[in-house]
């Protein structure tokens, strides 16, 4: 497809640039290649660059493809560098570089105590390890590692608070799975950098006077705990509670597990999911309500970086998840466009926040809130005008009705295969639900927003809070019910990798069949579908 005379691949150059990215992430990860490999093609890459920069002007547009190799194969060796960089053991101060069970830690406390069935949980991060030294005298090792402690609720110490610095004397224990919860609970935690745990008693560690607290963390943690104390407030009904926390702030603690697995169940788990749709209409709400400083020339530039700071300040309280991230980022380059005055491709910027993001943190690649978020997003971008546009209602209320499935269908197009690699289900009855959910929590969102506006105002406040509670007790009624349709959700769908990945290809060899009638389209998919069940015959034999 061209637009203007140019190929539309070609008005996306971050796209080229995420594949080299990504590329070098996926050698590193599998290969594991000496740091020496990296710089080998880092090498290449930039004597190819300089060779054809040296060329006279009349050869250059003969080896013009020279300057993208170099480009390409300097970006992938900083994908292979970054993993390599980011991989724990190759830290000179990481914990487990130097940890011996029986040394004694000093650990920080990097959020304040969350409250579990029969303990207290919270992330510390292991700052220092006492080892022996010469002669009877032992040093403090400065070291790197987080890890998560469990405190007794029956003998916990009264003090601990985030920034608290801890004495610990008890053994860490590696993270193990839970063969039961049919999740890889220990992959999971590796890749946030955590690879221990420990369970305290009060004999097992000792508080120290000082904290270290950082300001900025602090203040949101305050600010958590001020969401958090006025929906407990004026909400009545813990459910109803932990399900606005969940939906604004991303805090789950307090949200009831059945209820939980009824979201997963009807396709809708991404409303309580702090994710881009949030972002997307916090943003919505502060382009109208910022509308009339554009008119204003003085200040009207004041308007994009007020939306700027302000939905960055709200991913931060959020926790700052991968799927935020990305919407923070995507939504950040279009601000700056609007503050230049330029438009720039979507799916450029779609892709230009994927490769910020893996370049600041490349295990992102491996999160599953990552992977669904942007698949979501690219199958909108690509297949949301061909669907919308596939039939035509005059009627406008039945047009916009047709939008709405039609946004709900295209996002799920990407999120299909994945959603069957890493659920094993997949809720056949996701149209229904998001039809009536996604609006009603919209209407939730917004009126929690207005709930802590009106907070110091407690006649108005209580009003706001039980309409809240009254949405949210037919959002959960609808979707429980829903979930108890017999056939709501197919479980036991176990498609391997290589499964996965065909799956994807018969999906794209029909999008090119029906988006732009070629017949090849229709052949490949057909080939995809053959190889289905031979990979799956493979994977049982195997």
Same mark, same amino acid.
């Given at each position: 497809?061209?637009?203007?005379?140019? $190929?539309?691949?070609?008005?996306?150059?971050?796209?080229?640039?995420?594949?080299?990215?990504?590329?070098?992430?996926?050698?590193?990860?599998?290969?594991?290649?000496?740091?020496?490999?990296?710089?080998?093609?880092?090498?290449?890459?930039?004597?190819?660059?300089?060779?054809?920069?040296?060329?006279?002007? !009349?050869?250059?547009?003969?080896?013009?493809?020279?300057?993208?190799?170099?480009?390409? &194969?300097?970006?992938?060796?900083?994908?292979?560098? =970054?993993?390599?960089?980011?991989?724990?053991?190759?830290?000179?101060?990481? /914990?487990?570089?130097?940890?011996? $069970?029986?040394?004694?830690?000093?650990?920080?406390?990097?959020?304040? &105590?969350?409250?579990?069935?029969? =303990?207290?949980?919270?992330?510390?991060?292991? !700052?220092?390890?006492?080892?022996?030294?010469?002669?009877?005298?032992?040093?403090?090792?400065?070291?790197?590692?987080?890890?998560?402690?469990?405190?007794?609720?029956?003998?916990?110490?009264?003090?601990?608070?985030?920034?608290?610095?801890?004495?610990?004397?008890?053994?860490?224990?590696?993270?193990?799975?839970?063969?039961?919860?049919?999740?890889?609970?220990?992959?999971?935690?590796?890749?946030?950098?955590?690879?221990?745990?420990?369970?305290?008693?009060?004999?097992?560690?000792?508080?120290?006077?000082?904290?270290?607290?950082?300001?900025?963390?602090?203040?949101?943690?305050?600010? #958590? %705990?001020?969401?958090?104390?006025?929906? #407990?407030?004026?909400?009545?009904?813990?459910? *109803?509670?932990?399900?606005? *926390?969940?939906?604004?702030?991303?805090?789950?603690?307090?949200? %009831?597990?059945?209820?939980?697995?009824?979201?997963?169940?009807?396709?809708?788990?991404?409303?309580?999911?702090?994710?881009?749709?949030?972002?997307?209409?916090?943003?919505?709400?502060?382009?109208?309500?910022?509308?009339?400083? #554009?008119?204003?020339?003085?200040?009207?530039r004041i308007a994009p970086l007020l939306?700027? @700071?302000?939905?960055?300040?709200?991913?931060?309280?959020?926790?700052?998840?991968?799927?935020?991230? #990305?919407?923070?980022?995507?939504? =950040?380059?279009?601000?700056?466009?609007?503050?230049?005055?330029?438009?720039?491709?979507?799916?450029?910027? &779609?892709?230009?926040?994927?490769? @910020?993001?893996?370049?600041?943190?490349?295990?992102?690649?491996?999160?599953?809130?990552?992977?669904?978020?942007?698949?979501?997003?690219?199958?909108?971008?690509?297949?949301?005008?061909?669907?919308?546009?596939?039939?035509?209602?005059?009627n406008k209320l039945l047009d916009q009705?047709?939008?709405?499935?039609?946004?709900?269908?295209?996002?799920?197009?990407?999120?299909?295969?994945?959603?069957?690699?890493?659920?094993?289900?997949? $809720?056949?009855?996701?149209?229904?639900?998001?039809?009536?959910?996604?609006?009603?929590?919209?209407?939730?969102?917004?009126?929690?927003?207005?709930?802590?506006?009106?907070? $110091?105002?407690?006649? /108005?406040?209580?009003?706001?809070?039980?309409?809240?509670?009254?949405?949210?007790?037919?959002?959960?009624?609808?979707?429980?019910? !829903? %979930?108890?349709?017999?056939?709501?959700?197919?479980?036991?769908?176990?498609?391997?990798?290589?499964?996965?990945?065909?799956?994807?290809?018969?999906?794209?060899?029909?999008?090119?069949?029906?988006?732009?009638?070629?017949?090849?389209?229709?052949?490949?998919?057909?080939? @995809?579908?053959?190889?289905?069940?031979?990979?799956?015959?493979?994977?049982?034999?195997?």
């Open positions: 497809m061209k637009r203007y005379g140019i $190929p539309a691949w070609k008005q996306c150059p971050f796209l080229r640039l995420l594949m080299a990215l990504i590329t070098g992430i996926i050698i590193q990860d599998i290969i594991h290649p000496t740091w020496m490999i990296a710089g080998l093609l880092a090498a290449t890459g930039a004597c190819l660059f300089l060779f054809y920069q040296l060329l006279p002007v !009349t050869k250059k547009f003969r080896f013009r493809k020279a300057a993208g190799i170099a480009v390409h &194969l300097l970006i992938l060796s900083a994908g292979m560098t =970054s993993f390599y960089l980011h991989e724990w053991q190759n830290r000179p101060n990481w /914990l487990g570089n130097h940890y011996h $069970p029986g040394d004694t830690l000093i650990a920080v406390l990097q959020e304040p &105590l969350v409250e579990k069935r029969r =303990s207290f949980k919270a992330l510390t991060t292991i !700052t220092h390890v006492q080892q022996p030294g010469a002669g009877k005298v032992n040093r403090w090792k400065k070291v790197q590692g987080d890890v998560l402690l469990y405190f007794k609720k029956e003998d916990l110490h009264h003090g601990l608070v985030y920034g608290s610095q801890l004495l610990l004397y008890k053994t860490l224990q590696p993270i193990t799975n839970d063969a039961r919860a049919g999740f890889d609970y220990r992959k999971y935690c590796a890749s946030q950098g955590i690879h221990y745990q420990a369970f305290l008693s009060s004999h097992d560690y000792e508080l120290l006077n000082n904290t270290l607290a950082e300001p900025v963390t602090n203040m949101l943690f305050r600010v #958590r %705990d001020f969401v958090i104390h006025t929906f #407990r407030t004026y909400i009545n009904g813990h459910t *109803e509670a932990g399900v606005a *926390e969940a939906l604004l702030i991303g805090y789950r603690n307090d949200l %009831d597990k059945e209820l939980m697995q009824s979201y997963s169940n009807t396709g809708v788990v991404h409303i309580i999911a702090i994710s881009g749709m949030h972002l997307g209409m916090i943003y919505g709400l502060l382009v109208f309500l910022l509308k009339p400083l #554009r008119a204003v020339p003085a200040i009207g939306v700027f @700071c302000t939905l960055w300040g709200f991913s931060l309280l959020a926790g700052a998840g991968a799927s935020i991230l #990305r919407s923070a980022v995507t939504f =950040s380059f279009i601000l700056v466009g609007d503050l230049m005055g330029k438009k720039g491709h979507s799916l450029n910027s &779609l892709a230009a926040s994927a490769f @910020c993001l893996l370049v600041y943190n490349p295990f992102f690649l491996w999160d599953i809130g990552f992977q669904l978020s942007y698949s979501a997003v690219l199958g909108i971008l690509l297949f949301l005008q061909p669907l919308y546009k596939s039939i035509h209602f005059e009705l047709w939008k709405l499935h039609a946004i709900t269908l295209a996002a799920q197009i990407l999120t299909f295969p994945l959603l069957l690699y890493h659920f094993h289900q997949f $809720p056949t009855l996701f149209l229904f639900s998001n039809f009536f959910a996604v609006p009603l929590s919209g209407l939730i969102l917004y009126g929690c927003l207005f709930l802590l506006l009106v907070a $110091p105002l407690p006649v /108005l406040a209580s009003c706001t809070g039980k309409i809240i509670c009254w949405l949210i007790f037919q959002l959960n009624t609808l979707i429980t019910r !829903t %979930d108890n349709i017999p056939f709501a959700v197919i479980h036991n769908l176990d498609p391997g990798l290589w499964q996965t990945i065909v799956l994807y290809g018969c999906i794209a060899a029909l999008a090119w069949w029906l988006m732009h009638r070629k017949p090849q389209g229709l052949l490949w998919a057909m080939v @995809c579908l053959v190889l289905l069940p031979l990979f799956r015959l493979l994977s049982l034999v195997l």
